[in-house]
């Protein structure tokens, strides 16, 4: 029963990932994607999706899907019927269900973010019925397929497991609250497994949004560079599997890293602007520190939620650096958005599984294109690929709307 | 473990701008009248349930943030305003730290069409004002920023059954004790593209909007005198559990019926799609009420509304509880019981309303 609760443990059981599968432009899988972030690899290039030939901005990093996805239990029928975001979901869910190795049940929570969902489907929706009324083939299908519940069942269908799905659309920061609502159902005694991502696709609609906004960079995207001047999209999926320690210990399964906090606020101030102070940024690193028992002097790396905008990164940048105090002056911190852009409900999923990457092997994503520091910046950029000794790393995702989550890893050794 | 109560409920629905007369149009129990919505390409209009403009403006529409906001925006306002309302007035509560969960299925669909419509015309013209309304989040956004003291926030989507979803989640932040009260919004606009969406699914719906709240708290001197008793697990629908199967799950976990008590179902007037759930309660012989059958087909604000209409029949001491079965249309199954705090058997069925509560 979702209610009454489950009582709450008298001590949270520790929350670990055994699972993790990526999707961006710089490839398909952990192993692609550690050797691109490595070192800083940008993975732009002109759109082909749609026409971009009058928006202001011409380039994202967009996903090169296979023409067949690997074998699953999913039917021609259903795979015809995914589109780009549900194909990168699957995916992703894949490769972290493999690495994890779990034996598929019935009630598996999945929870998801998304902006998103099918958006491109409901885009052909719209199309059709605007141009050819009459034609009424494949609109039922679409109307369906483009629900985020419906890509979601897909995942278990493919996998061959179910359970309660959730889908959190808190705008930007959808991936990671997916990943911090996993967190809580297991620290609540909820689930004692979870499956939880984030993925979104490009779209025309949500790439001209954006470049309405003139949000969109120009040039190249910079995240706390003093010239920035805007974000760049790109799209991708990014899925892993967390459980309890006990859990993962009893099936002596390998362990990716540990999720040791979380935070998450709201931050009223504006639609789409953060307060200029990042007040709310800054209490959301706290209560992720908080909850994690750490202190910034413990955090080895921050992945910034960095889109490379004017008001995001000050903004952001004034909190770092409010919460890391004098930790700040050494703490290296960066965006991955400078090489797979912003994946708007993917993006704090993906972003983990870089953390994951981080803590496994050692090294600090680069921004190689990062030049002269935002004058808010009090803490170093991370720009160049290096190696180093990373055993707490904090993420940080925020979205239109003003939800921020924050997330803390530690490195499993 | 803490007990849960609702501590007030507001409804933006075709029948206006409250939970009063919402109850009106229940008790009346004759469907709503629909409204033309041509379509693009199409000489012969749909057919929908639209909310009506308020006979006042609503004074909240004055606030900064809400002066561009899409209609689903102005219902989530309302709604939850309406849900708020008592415990705003209590001193007690005046400090009170609040989390939103707004659930949504279709979401900001006018500003998304507006938006892509003007980006397929010329993307360089396209309005950055509309953008940002297009959002799921954008509804839950400017209601916290109305509200104040909001604490935490999730827009969650899904089909309808996942507002339960949101009340159950609201209940672990309440247990958690990260926040004193929680607004629980299902909500909904509409437009001529969710109207020919829901055609191609479901020729006998007739699309409608609005929205429902729930205010939950833990301490019972809020309340309305109207407690959570359950929430069954998500019955997903998958390949080895169809809908109907989905919606037997949640009905066997609702377990036995008190005497007297209400089923607050989703029943339209759609034969193919309601079967699945008249059969998992073809044992029914209590009273019930479908405020789909008045209303129309609200999607999540639908759902909304049946929790709704069931808490506000226990506060009006009309029933001492009420079973909510919601089988959604391509997500899951899923039920709740909400009961009187006092259950005091003496005012089981004393006043059965008519119109569209059926015995």
Redesign the interface.
């Known amino acids: 029963m979702l209610f009454p609760l489950t009582p709450l443990p008298d001590t949270p059981p520790r929350v670990v990932i055994t699972g993790a599968g990526i999707v961006t432009a710089l490839g398909l899988g952990w192993k692609l994607n550690a050797a691109g972030f490595r070192v800083g690899r940008r993975a732009f290039r002109p759109v082909e999706l749609f026409d971009v030939s009058r928006q202001r901005a011409k380039i994202a990093a967009q996903v090169d899907l296979p023409k067949t996805l690997p074998p699953s239990h999913l039917s021609q029928r259903q795979l015809g019927r995914l589109d780009r975001a549900g194909k990168m979901l699957v995916l992703a869910a894949q490769e972290a269900w493999q690495q994890a190795g779990w034996e598929a049940a019935d009630n598996l929570p999945l929870v998801l973010g998304t902006t998103a969902g099918g958006m491109t489907l409901g885009e052909a929706y719209y199309r059709q019925a605007l141009r050819q009324p009459a034609r009424q083939r494949q609109q039922a299908t679409r109307a369906i397929y483009y629900q985020p519940p419906v890509q979601a069942r897909l995942v278990f269908d493919a996998l061959g497991f179910s359970g309660p799905i959730t889908i959190i659309s808190n705008a930007c920061a959808s991936g990671g609250n997916a990943l911090g609502h996993a967190w809580d159902l297991i620290r609540t005694g909820q689930a004692e497994r979870v499956v939880a991502g984030g993925y979104d696709a490009l779209g025309e609609m949500v790439f001209s949004g954006f470049d309405s906004l003139q949000a969109l960079s120009p040039t190249v995207c910079r995240p706390f560079d003093a010239a920035r001047d805007g974000l760049a999209l790109g799209e991708g999926a990014a899925v892993v599997n967390l459980e309890t320690l006990e859990s993962a210990r009893r099936r002596g399964a390998e362990i990716l890293g540990e999720l040791i906090g979380y935070g998450t606020s709201i931050d009223g101030h504006h639609l789409t602007q953060p307060h200029p102070q990042g007040s709310t940024t800054l209490s959301v690193m706290k209560q992720a520190c908080a909850t994690a028992g750490v202190t910034p002097g413990e955090i080895d790396y921050l992945n910034a939620h960095g889109t490379g905008t004017a008001l995001n990164d000050s903004s952001e940048a004034l909190a770092i650096s409010e919460w890391a105090g004098q930790r700040a002056a050494t703490l290296p911190v960066s965006s991955t958005k400078a090489s797979i852009g912003h994946l708007l409900g993917g993006a704090g999923a993906v972003e983990a599984v870089v953390c994951l990457m981080a803590l496994r092997e050692q090294w600090l994503p680069p921004e190689i294109e990062f030049e002269t520091p935002d004058p808010a910046c009090k803490f170093p950029i991370v720009h160049q690929p290096q190696d180093a000794r990373v055993n707490v790393v904090l993420s940080n995702s925020f979205g239109f709307g003003g939800v921020n989550a924050t997330l803390i890893f530690r490195r499993w050794a | 473990?803490s007990k849960?109560f609702v501590a007030g409920i507001g409804a933006v629905s075709p029948a206006g701008w409250n939970v009063a007369a919402l109850r009106q149009a229940l008790d009346k129990g004759e469907p709503l009248p629909t409204q033309p919505l041509m379509?693009?390409?199409?000489e012969k209009p749909l057919s929908a349930r639209l909310v009506p403009n308020p006979a006042v403006r609503p004074e909240f529409l004055a606030h900064p943030?809400l002066r561009r906001a899409s209609p689903i925006t102005h219902y989530t306002a309302s709604a939850a305003l309406e849900a708020i309302a008592s415990l705003r007035a209590n001193p007690a509560a005046k400090n009170f730290r609040l989390g939103i969960v707004v659930c949504?299925?279709s979401?900001c669909v006018q500003y998304?069409?507006r938006?892509?419509?003007e980006?397929?015309k010329?993307?360089?013209t396209?309005?950055?004002l509309v953008?940002?309304?297009?959002?799921?989040?954008?509804p839950?956004?400017?209601v916290?920023?109305l509200l104040?003291n909001?604490?935490?926030?999730?827009?969650?989507?899904?089909?309808p059954s996942?507002f339960?979803?949101g009340?159950?989640l609201g209940?672990?932040w309440l247990?958690?004790q990260r926040v004193e009260a929680c607004l629980v919004i299902g909500a909904e606009e509409t437009n001529w593209?969710t109207a020919?969406?829901l055609h191609?699914?479901d020729r006998s719906a007739i699309i409608a909007a609005g929205a429902g709240a729930l205010c939950l708290c833990r301490d019972e001197k809020f309340s309305t005198g109207v407690e959570?008793s359950?929430?069954?697990?998500?019955h997903?629908?998958?390949?080895?559990?169809d809908r109907p199967q989905a919606a037997q799950a949640m009905r066997g976990?609702l377990g036995k019926i008190f005497p007297g008590e209400l089923l607050c179902d989703g029943q339209g007037n759609s034969p193919r799609t309601d079967a699945a759930e008249r059969a998992a309660w073809k044992d029914w012989t209590g009273p019930r009420l479908s405020p789909k059958r008045i209303l129309g087909e609200g999607l999540m604000a639908a759902a909304a509304w049946q929790c709704v209409v069931a808490c506000d029949v226990m506060a009006e001491k009309k029933f001492a509880s009420a079973s909510v079965s919601l089988v959604g249309s391509?997500?899951?199954a899923?039920g709740?019981r909400f009961v009187r705090a006092d259950f005091d058997i003496s005012h089981l069925s004393a006043a059965v309303p008519t119109g569209n509560i059926r015995p």
């Open positions: 473990m849960i379509r693009p390409g199409w943030r949504l299925q979401g998304s069409c938006f892509y419509d980006t397929l010329n993307p360089a396209a309005s950055p953008f940002p309304e297009t959002v799921y989040a954008a839950t956004s400017h916290a920023a104040e909001v604490v935490l926030a999730y827009s969650i989507v899904g089909d996942a339960l979803q009340v159950a209940a672990q247990e958690e593209i020919d969406a191609h699914l959570l359950a929430i069954t697990d998500a997903t629908f998958s390949a080895r559990l976990q391509n997500q899951q899923i709740a």
